[in-house]
Nanobody, 126 residues
Framework: ELQLVESGGGSVEAGGSMTLTCEAS????????MAWFRQAPGKEREGVAF???????RYGDSAKGRFTISRDNDKRTVYLQMNSLKPEDTGMYYC????????????????????WGQGTQVTVTS
């Protein structure tokens, strides 16, 4: 059974940087688009960054210009580099794997992802 494990969260001051890591337990990662979502208390889950198997990337509006998603299929790992962090970036960050394979671009809706990690908390203080 595929498992996704996030790490790298914590607390950082506004303006700082942080890198999140998502490691998959199986090599099937290489055939699927991957994404990072986040959820703040009292708010809906929000798509942050998406990457396809051919490294085509998409970003949510809040992440554009500040966050970078990347993947290393050999290491079964997806990364989220976050720069210029703001207090509104605070939330639980989840790694997810797209349900379908062979997509030309990464899907952007959480309903299109069928495997999720347990999440890692990111707190940005002002």
């Amino acid at each position: 059974e595929l498992q996704l494990v996030e790490s790298g969260g914590g607390s950082v001051e506004a303006g700082g940087s942080m890198t999140l890591t998502c490691e998959a337990s199986l090599y099937t990662l290489m055939h699927h688009a991957m994404a990072w979502f986040r959820q703040a208390p009292g708010k809906e889950r929000e798509g942050v960054a998406f990457i396809n198997t051919n490294s085509i990337k998409r970003y949510g509006d809040s992440a554009k210009g500040r966050f970078t998603i990347s993947r290393d299929n050999d290491k079964r790992t997806v990364y989220l580099q976050m720069n210029s962090l703001k207090p509104e970036d605070t939330g639980m960050y989840y790694c997810a794997r797209a349900q379908l394979t062979g997509l030309l671009t990464p899907p952007l809706q959480s309903s299109q992802y069928d495997t999720w990690g347990q999440g890692t908390q990111v707190t940005v203080t002002s």
